[in-house]
């Protein structure tokens, strides 16, 4: 099997799973096939610079064996992490599969949120309780006869139940019609999606290369920096724990444009109850394709990219680091001293950037002091 191949079973089990509640067999499978599909033997990295704030950060990442988790909102990219839709649209959508089964979508909501306005009083809760589950599951439809009959063996009178009954459709009535004009309502919320989703997303972004100059120029302050090896197959002596985190490891993909994104496919989920798989299948991967797409313009970076959400801590104890490449330039600064001294001290290779004489081309050399 290709590595390509093995790269979309991981997508596949992706979609599907949730790497933080699957048992520990799950996840050894899960991350046991994605070192498979890694480029380099399992080896990607990071570029960095070796001045000022952004070196001290590098430098206490290395010193304590973690991988800093940014923020989506502050990345480079305006556009990361976000999720391309048209609220109109889905607005619109929305409405209509609600008018289309106005019952379905009202039970949902009434077990969500309507309970506590309709009763007050214990007693006033049980006959609700008894009518509600009255609801036909193939109409959705309130069976009032079945309704009457279910207070009337509780023990409540035939002609207050059907007086209750009565109250209660009449309320639904006034319910459903309030929905439908609620659904104009979201527009402002989804247009602060973004907003509040890329502050709850955590990147840490890796690429696939070493040599990239492009990357060099971009990251590593200006050609006179370093760049981080990263071993994912250090990860398989550490706890399960921390194999969870990293199953959410995937590959950037980029195109011309982003796709839309659905919201209305939230809504059919959540008012079938949560029961359909193929759905929830298929949302899961438009959402993934959302925050892993970018355009095509950023295709030279390579990346890959680990995902968390809505973390307490930005720092994922891991100790994967297995080299560092440093720029000819820098070698002799107080900084890359530091950098070989703690690389000696883990056993980390060392490679040194260098330009040829013709100063057309970098090339790189194992670090010889």
């Not at 498979?36 to 430098?59: H, M, T, V, W």
């Not at 195109?255 to 359909?276: I, P």
């Not at 968390?308 to 080299?323: C, I, K, M, Q, W």
């Amino acid at each position: 099997m290709t590595k390509e191949e093995l790269y979309q079973q991981h997508l596949n089990a992706m979609y599907s799973t949730n790497a933080e509640t699957c048992s520990e067999e799950e996840v050894e499978e899960i991350f046991a096939r994605l070192l498979q599909c890694l480029p380099n033997d399992g080896k990607l990295y990071k570029y960095r610079s070796i001045e000022g704030e952004a070196f001290a950060y590098a430098l206490d990442g290395l010193q304590n064996k973690y991988l800093w988790m940014a923020k989506a909102s502050s990345l480079n990219d305006d556009f990361d992490c976000s999720v391309r839709f048209d609220p109109m649209k889905d607005i619109e959508t929305g409405r209509q599969m609600f008018l289309e089964e106005p019952w379905r979508y009202f039970n949902q909501w009434l077990r969500k949120n309507s309970d506590r306005k309709f009763y007050t009083t214990p007693i006033e809760k049980f006959r609700f309780q008894k009518a509600v589950a009255c609801v036909d599951k193939t109409t959705w439809q309130l069976d009032e006869n079945k309704a009457l009959d279910a207070l009337e063996k509780s023990g409540i009178p035939r002609a207050r139940a059907k007086k209750y009954i009565a109250d209660l459709l009449q309320w639904i009535e006034k319910t459903i019609n309030k929905c439908s004009d609620d659904l104009k309502e979201p527009l402002s919320a989804l247009m602060k999606f973004n907003e509040k989703n890329r502050q709850n997303i955590y990147v840490f972004s890796m690429t696939e290369t070493y040599d990239s100059d492009t990357m060099w120029g971009l990251y590593a302050n200006s050609n006179r920096g370093f760049c981080i090896e990263y071993n994912l197959w250090k990860a398989q002596s550490l706890p399960i724990m921390i194999k969870r985190k990293l199953c959410n490891l995937f590959r950037m993909i980029y195109v011309d444009k982003v796709q839309e994104f659905s919201f209305a496919k939230l809504d059919r989920y959540f008012f079938h109850e949560f029961q359909d798989k193929e759905l929830y299948v298929e949302i899961n991967k438009e959402l993934l394709g959302q925050l892993l797409s970018k355009e095509i313009g950023w295709r030279n970076e390579k990346e890959w990219r680990l995902l968390e959400f809505e973390l307490t801590d930005n720092r994922l104890y891991a100790d994967l680091v297995s080299g560092l490449i440093i720029d000819e330039r820098v070698l002799q600064t107080d900084n890359a001293k530091m950098l070989i001294r703690l690389a000696k001290d883990r056993g980390w290779s060392i490679k040194v950037r260098k330009m040829n004489v013709l100063g057309t081309k970098h090339f790189y050399e194992k670090y010889v002091p």
